[in-house]
């Protein structure tokens, strides 16, 4: 079964794609993250997956435009709703191109984080799932977080310290912002 793999960076592909192997899937992956600020952290994001791809020999597309511009365009005004904007606009890439190129399945590296709305991108692949006439395969991989981790570590994989948006990068550092409640999002 040939799964499509939605890549979020390097980090947070190692146990995903570890598991999925495991369980015989061939796996590809796909980067499309338009969300990242900043452009350097885009590219740093980008250069972690293209050496861990190389260290797993782990085909993966790697869409290269930074995309933050269109990111803003749907986000601005509607922050409390950032990450649900966000998980459509980077699943639905990933969706439609498993539907064209003829894979079984797509799924997503976001739900290897504990910090992501799984319920809310369960049900949004899902929904794309329909729309696309391809299978999502949900696999709560938060289970392998510190293995993930651990392991990224000892390949020497640029570790990004925020999910990747403006938005987080300011909660991530600003301390008032971090005690506030994106129950919302």
């Known amino acids: 079964m040939r799964v499509l793999l939605h890549a979020c960076c390097g980090p947070c592909t190692v146990y995903p794609l570890e598991v999925l192997r495991k369980q015989g899937y061939e796996v590809e992956g796909h980067f499309y993250n338009p969300n ?15 050496d861990f791809s190389e260290q797993k020999n782990f085909k993966v597309v790697i869409d290269r435009n930074y995309g933050l511009t269109e990111y803003l ?3 601005v005004f509607h922050e409390n709703m950032r990450c649900s904007i966000c998980y459509d606009m980077r699943l639905e890439v ?5 539907a064209a190129e003829g894979f079984d399945a797509f799924t997503s590296t976001l739900l290897y984080s ?31 977080w510190q293995q993930g981790i651990d392991e990224s570590i000892a ?13 987080s990068e300011q909660e991530r550092y600003d301390k008032k912002m971090r005690k506030r409640n994106l129950s919302d999002c």
Do not use: N, W
């Not at 990242?36 to 293209?50: C, D, N, S, T």
């Open 36 to 50: 990242i600020h900043p452009f350097r952290e885009f590219k740093r994001r980008i250069k972690a997956l293209v």
């Open 114 to 144: 504990k910090y992501q709305r799984h319920t809310m991108i369960k049900e949004k692949s899902e929904a794309l799932a329909q729309k696309f006439s391809v299978q999502f395969l949900y696999q709560d991989f938060r289970e392998g």
């Open 73 to 75: 365009r749907q986000v």
């Open 94 to 98: 990933v969706a439609e191109r498993a």
């Open 155 to 167: 390949m020497d994989l640029y570790r990004q310290p925020y999910c990747g948006c403006i938005y």
